[in-house]
């Protein structure tokens, strides 16, 4: 089975989780369900660079490298354009104030609270679930 290396980003505000729907056409990985902002981590990049790269790819936001925390790494099985394929995503926390205005750019913006995550999770990409169980406690 092939592996694709990730680098994705939970936008933390106060006690809100921003999220991405996935809306995409059907062979993107993981059409149709939550996820963390980021993608895949390009040759020439190092997990970091990747989700900056990602996070302002995809929001309106524009992140530099010392706002992320590292949480940790996360292994799954997912699918893309229609194939199995085992994930390995390096997780960061990029932490917002309560004065910005997040906007989805690819997708849609999803806000979830610690309940709503509680009951989201099934409709979560794996990675994204996998990230909120193991890494990112309530």
């Not at 995809?58 to 229609?82: C, M, R, W, Y």
């Not at 997780?91 to 906007?103: C, Q, S």
Request: aromatic share 6%; with cysteine; charged share 25%.
């Amino acid at each position: 089975m092939r592996r694709i290396d990730i680098a994705m980003a939970v936008i933390k505000q106060e006690d809100v989780f921003h999220l991405q729907f996935r809306n995409g056409p059907k062979g993107i990985g993981a059409a149709g369900m939550i996820g963390c902002f980021g993608g895949k981590i390009e040759a020439d990049e190092t997990p970091l660079q990747a989700v900056v790269r990602e996070v302002a790819e995809e929001t309106n936001l524009k992140p530099a490298e010392a706002d992320f925390i590292h949480l940790g790494q996360v292994n799954v099985e997912s699918d893309n354009n229609h194939t199995k394929v085992k994930v390995r995503g390096e997780v960061f926390e990029y932490r917002v104030g309560p004065d910005v205005a997040v906007k989805a750019l690819e997708g849609s913006l999803v806000s979830l609270d610690w309940n709503r995550i509680a009951v989201e999770l099934d409709t979560m990409t794996p990675g994204t679930r996998a990230c909120f169980e193991t890494l990112i406690k309530g």
